[in-house]
């Protein structure tokens, strides 16, 4: 077997060495009527080009998003990303480390978490931000527990416009845990008066914006209203390109900023591995979750970089510790970082623009075709289009013309009739203008 | 001798002047300082080449962006460079061996990293038309297929995101079990040997936590179990069990463990972290487990990458596999079907909610796959033979010299000793470890299971060849002769060679600098003239 080293010479002699003539007496402890005699019923080893031709066979039967006109957004995104993250992720030093508990051997992977920390606190306009999350919605979910630390209340108020399966994260977390959550009803338009569900009681409102259903929302009078009311404000976001573009929700007042990051530097990969990004105040870390790398010096006064406040972490505190988190998105993470860092500032905003644009010219040409109306006022890269008909048969006809046109409603908010006409379509720098003209040429024939 | 391109011999007898001298870099030949991209980078380059678009009538209401984002940029060949830099800092595995017991630092085949990059699964949308995904789902259910088989176990919840994500999915499953039944029990048993995310967890669903001490040979001992179990009757959620045990033993009382507590109504969560040493040995399943969490980055060889991504799938009993979170497989009559949403639920399916957004780790899952298929039922029961055979190799290399805490037994894929050897040495733990890095070793695990003193957990894996753990046999016995004899200048203060000494880890707690902040114009020191 290619990964094994030892050979069966080696075993018979290490065997020998330890004690035993054959390798079952060592597992001598496994009770009698739960040892396996023979092998199970799996297939045998395989060469390394029968697993790719047996792996790739399964491949082929996918649609790759840049194979076709694509537009499918709602959460995750199709974007760009530069060869060079790709190769510098796959470094042996990167990819085969564990996490840096060893700062003295590990200053590679703290400096470049202590890097991207300090870019996702500039991207959110936030004090700090932690190592990252596994994604958005677990992030969104530990900032909800976070707020109930913070607080010390335990009723949590989730916007309508919240990304569905954020919401069913967070719900059930929060109701695992004995706390509580109001959730509004699903919001394509815009409607609703989240003001209203703030109290006394409340310990936080979680608002999306760039929202789920693509509409840019004010973040400042729903923070104003929650402090006013000692409750904090968590604003989430799905794209973060959008912030390149977007006031940062830093500057309108949030206390807790959560999203995903898989848009830089990480591919769409059907949904993960992503990297979640968790940013707040100078004043909450110490009930901030995760984990966060500090800046300090050595023995000879060298700077160098250390996890640090692990004292809130599970291995240190067991039962009192902020989250049971262990493991942080590592290479996502590293990817977001080195795209970032290819990009810059500027380069960010430039992204965000072009990314606006393509959304703006894709709105044009499917407000032409008949039937179709767009539901957004604003909107970054993505928004909603009512279609005459159920918006989950239309993109399985559109699939069938060689297009990927968005996500129905409906397959993330089920069983509302008022949603099933609704179709999410995002653009982004990929999309070419041959592009917009064939998913508008196949929606007219669908819809026809 | 070796030539260069002049011809001119190179000699090591040639070498003149001193050797240690501080350098003008600061660097050392291949070891370079590397500043931060905020110090080297500009905001007028960049490392992507963009077009601005032509211009459009913006559709942002008032939400256009103020003030412009100070971030600096690195060119490609800029930032080849500082990563590059970066990574060399790092100790891996692919550099050497990499002991940290219970994490399983094995082998990271690169086939894996190659299939995970088919744009059939690297580049597919979660929420794209079903029908583009077949090959996907496919492949989902063809692990899942592995993953019970290999565990005995009636279903998986594919989603969570990471080992302590599968404990808190699992967890989840047993309280929504008891809540499906009008019960309401508030504890759940923990060893004190448990990895802390055991107690984390359970404490997060609002449970008690309720530790059970082991006995002297390092296993939890059936009369523990049922003692505490009386002492809460009626109130037992369930029991969180690492196994093998975090002191790499095998718990031999499992079976009647696992029934105590079905007779007392709890359930049984499994801690799967050291699932590597029994694989296609005995089958959770068989051992009375309902629940169980699998490091697919620990036991099926996915890229540690630093701290992440991880996945870890939890399989489940016949009495939790309802409750699996969402999205989750049904057995179809035309093949494996992948529930999403509360609209496609049969009778009986009662998923307790959703972990995460999405699917899951799917580049996890392929990289799993591949490592699976790779060794076949037949590789991995040797994988785990020779695991284990590795470990009990430099359990016997060493005994004689460092102490076992629990005698000199059978250890499943890793070895616990702890500081008793080190007694009156002056050599701590900490220092004994970090010794190990100048001798070109990552440490061992230290100070875990918290049950031993100055505790020393060594897993060397299936990766290591005979010949890699003699020298590095040698080499512990080597440091501990050392200790011994009173070398006490080889430990404290090691590392020596490493890029950097020992860190300050209390000055980085007592005022945190989290990120790098642009240094005030007052404060920028001149270039001293040189």
């Known amino acids: 077997m290619r990964y094994l080293p030892l050979s069966d010479t080696d075993r018979a002699d290490m065997r020998a060495r330890v004690g035993v003539s054959d390798i079952n007496e060592i597992f001598v402890d496994i009770p009698e009527s739960a040892r396996l005699d023979g092998l199970l019923d799996l297939p045998l080893h395989q060469s390394e080009f029968a697993v790719e031709r047996d792996m790739a066979r399964m491949a082929a039967k996918n649609v790759a998003a840049s194979s076709v006109p694509f537009f499918v957004g709602a959460g995750a995104y199709k974007h760009h990303v530069p060869a060079s993250v790709d190769h510098l992720i796959q470094r042996s030093e990167f990819l085969t480390s564990y996490t840096p508990y060893q700062p003295e051997v590990t200053q590679g992977t703290l400096q470049y978490l202590f890097e991207f920390q300090t870019q996702v606190a500039a991207l959110t306009g936030m004090e700090v931000a932690n190592a990252s999350m596994y994604d958005g919605s677990t992030a969104t979910a530990e900032a909800v527990l976070m707020a109930h630390r913070v607080t010390r209340r335990n009723k949590a108020v989730l916007s309508g416009g919240l990304h569905p399966q954020y919401r069913s994260v967070a719900e059930g977390l929060s109701e ?49 209203k929650a402090h006013a009311h000692g409750a904090l404000l968590i604003a989430v976001f799905t794209e973060v390109v959008s912030l390149g573009l977007i006031e940062p929700p830093g500057a309108q007042g949030a206390d807790i900023v959560v999203g995903e990051g898989q848009s830089i530097g990480n591919g769409l990969n059907f949904g993960g591995p992503y990297v979640g990004l968790f940013a707040t105040r100078q004043k909450f870390i110490r009930q901030m979750p995760g984990r966060l790398c500090g800046e300090t010096v050595d023995a000879n006064g060298k700077r160098g970089y250390v996890l640090t406040l692990s004292t809130r972490e599970q291995h240190i505190r067991r039962d009192k510790a902020t989250s049971n988190i262990c493991t942080n998105s590592g290479l996502c993470c590293l990817a977001f970082t080195i795209h970032m860092t290819l990009l810059g500032g500027n380069g960010l905003a430039t992204l965000a623009r072009i990314n606006h644009a393509s959304a703006v010219k894709l709105k044009a040409v499917l407000e032409e075709v008949p039937g179709v109306s767009v539901l ?73 | 001798m070796s030539m260069n391109t002049q011809g001119r011999p190179s000699a090591p007898t040639e070498a003149g002047g001193t050797a240690a001298h501080e350098t003008f870099t600061g660097n050392k030949a291949l070891q370079m300082e590397e500043a931060l991209i905020f110090e080297i980078g500009r905001n007028d380059v960049c490392g992507v080449d963009l077009e601005e678009p032509e211009d459009f009538t913006p559709a942002l209401g008032g939400h256009a962006r103020r003030a412009e984002l100070d971030l600096p940029a690195l060119t490609e060949p800029e930032a080849m460079r500082h990563y590059v830099r970066l990574s060399s800092k790092n100790y891996a595995i692919d550099a050497g061996l990499y002991p940290l017991g219970s994490c399983t630092m094995k082998h990271n085949p690169r086939l894996n990293e190659k299939m995970a990059r088919l744009p059939g699964f690297a580049d597919v949308h979660p929420l794209q038309p079903r029908s583009t995904v077949t090959g996907a789902v496919e492949m989902i259910a063809e692990l899942a297929h592995w993953l019970v088989t290999l565990t005995g176990m009636e279903a998986v919840a594919m989603s969570p995101k990471a080992g302590a994500h599968g404990e808190l999915c699992g967890m989840m499953a047993i309280k929504a079990a008891h809540t499906a039944a009008g019960r309401d029990p508030k504890v759940v048993l923990v060893p004190e040997s448990a990895h802390g995310t055991n107690p984390a967890t359970a404490a997060l669903l609002g449970y008690k936590v309720v530790s059970i001490e082991a006995r002297e040979d390092g296993t939890v001992d059936t009369r523990a179990v049922q003692d505490r179990i009386a002492e809460h009757a009626g109130n037992i959620a369930g029991i969180m069990l690492t196994n093998p045990n975090t002191c790499g ?21 499994c801690d799967g972290a050291n699932f590597n040493a029994i694989v296609g040995k005995a089958r959770p399943g068989d051992l009375g487990v309902d629940a169980m969490h699998i490091n697919l980055h620990k036991t099926f060889s996915t890229p540690h990458g630093g701290g992440g991504p991880g996945s870890g799938p939890v399989v489940l009993s016949e009495r939790l596999a309802p409750f699996a979170p969402l999205p989750f497989l049904r057995k179809g009559a035309n093949g494996p079907e992948w529930i999403e949403s509360a609209a496609e639920l049969l009778d009986g399916e009662q998923p307790f909610g959703r972990m995460t957004a999405f699917h899951g780790q799917m580049g996890m899952y392929v990289r799993a796959l591949a490592y699976m298929k790779s060794h076949g039922a037949d590789g991995l029961r040797q994988a785990s033979e020779d695991a284990v055979l590795n470990a009990n190799y430099v359990r016997v290399g060493l005994e004689d010299l460092m102490s076992l805490p629990f005698g000199s037994r059978w250890c499943m894929h890793e070895v616990l000793f702890d500081d008793s050897f080190l007694k009156d040495t002056g050599v701590t733990t900490l220092d004994f470890a970090k010794a190990m890095i100048d001798e070109g070793y990552h440490p061992m695990t230290m100070y875990f299971p918290l049950v031993v003193h100055g505790a020393m957990l060594i897993e060397p894996t299936e990766s290591e060849s005979r010949a890699a753990l003699d020298l590095f046999i040698a080499t512990m016995r080597d440091l501990v002769m050392s200790a011994q004899r009173g070398e006490t200048g080889r430990f404290k203060g090691a590392p020596f060679h490493a890029p950097r000494a020992r860190l300050d880890e209390t000055r980085a707690a007592r005022k945190p600098v989290l990120k790098w902040e642009r240094p005030a114009a007052s404060e920028v020191q001149p270039q001293a003239a040189e």
Not at chain 1, 193 to 219: H, K, R, W
């Open chain 1, 376 to 448: 957004n006022d604003t909107f970054f890269n993505e928004f909603t289009v009512k279609l005459p008909k159920p918006a989950a048969g239309v993109i399985e006809e559109l699939a069938k013309r060689g297009v990927l046109g968005g996500v129905p409603v409906s397959r993330l908010e089920p069983g509302q009739a008022e949603l099933e006409p609704l179709l999410l379509v995002a653009a982004s720098e990929v999309n070419s203008d041959e592009d917009r003209a064939a998913f508008a040429a196949a929606l007219k024939e669908v819809l026809a």
């Open chain 1, 176 to 224: 695992m845990a004995g706390d509580r959550v109001v959730s509004l009803a699903a919001d394509p338009l815009g409607a609703e008066d989240i003001l209203a569900a703030i109290d006394d009681e409340t310990s936080c409102v979680v608002v999306q914006s760039p929202n789920f259903y693509g509409q840019l929302v004010d973040l400042k009078p729903i923070a104003d």
């Open chain 2, 249 to 269: 033993l095998f718990e031999r009382d499992i079976i009647a463990i696992a029934e105590a507590i079905h007779a007392a109504d709890g359930y049984f969560y």
